[in-house]
């Protein structure tokens, strides 16, 4: 039973364009949400992530959306760099703390195109 | 330093053999926790740890499948008997107790033929 989904497997954006990747999660007890990248042969890197109190987390070019009523969070970059085509993970905790497991989804590989 | 360094790199084994594979996490990082990528996109939670002590295990195959983090040593992850479901990227992570957002080793590959 996946419990994130993220339902685009690919999505390709040109440069300077805004990329969204989307996911959803089933599990009600989910209450913080994390993004990842991941380069060919490397491990995942975090990126950003939001509390399930908030509805918006921003850093630089990352935005996270989250939609608690619909289960459903988003990831935009604006604008897009050939620098991050990569696979995106979106991940999921349901406890409090930083030592919780991660529920992760199948990625979306984002290519940006010049 | 301030990678998690994992080896080996890659991994062959036959059926049947063991495997064994390091995890070096961040210094101060109390937390460790052990992934297993399958089919190159599905990460599945093994193990973590706080210090040296198992602190979630929910994810462990019950067989042939350990793991330790001893003081002043890399902690390590065991297959006795690989079978070759268990080829996969083998990712090991560690985190401080004050952010989310664990810091990932660039993995192991583990081939069993």
């Known amino acids: 039973d996946q419990q994130v989904k993220q339902n685009s497997p690919s999505l390709s954006v040109q440069e300077g364009r805004i990329s969204i990747l989307n996911c959803d999660y089933t599990?009600?007890?989910?209450?913080?949400f994390l993004w990842y990248k991941k380069y060919p042969a490397e491990g995942p890197t975090f990126l950003i992530s939001i509390s399930s109190i908030k509805d918006k987390n921003e850093d630089g070019r990352f935005t996270v959306f989250l939609n608690k009523s619909a289960k459903h969070l988003s990831l935009h970059i604006v604008p897009s760099q050939p620098g991050d085509s990569a696979v995106y993970f979106c991940?999921?905790?349901?406890?409090?703390?930083?030592?919780?497991?991660?529920?992760f989804g199948t990625g979306t590989r984002l290519q940006v195109t010049l | 330093g301030e990678e998690v360094a994992q080896t080996p790199k890659h991994l062959v084994r036959g059926e049947g053999q063991k495997a064994k594979l390091y995890c070096a996490p961040i210094k101060g990082h109390s937390y460790v926790f052990w992934y297993q990528q399958v089919l190159k996109n599905e990460f599945k939670f093994l193990i973590s740890f706080q210090n040296e002590n198992v602190f979630d295990e929910t994810g462990m195959p019950k067989e042939r499948f350990s793991a330790k983090c001893l003081p002043n040593s890399p902690c390590s992850l065991e297959i006795q008997a690989t079978k070759l479901e268990d080829s996969a990227v083998y990712f090991c992570a560690s985190s401080d107790d004050r952010n989310y957002g664990y810091t990932f080793g660039s993995g192991t590959r583990l081939t069993v033929v």
């Open positions: 599990n009600s007890m989910f209450d913080y």
């Open positions: 991940a999921a905790s349901d406890m409090s703390g930083t030592a919780s497991k991660l529920t």
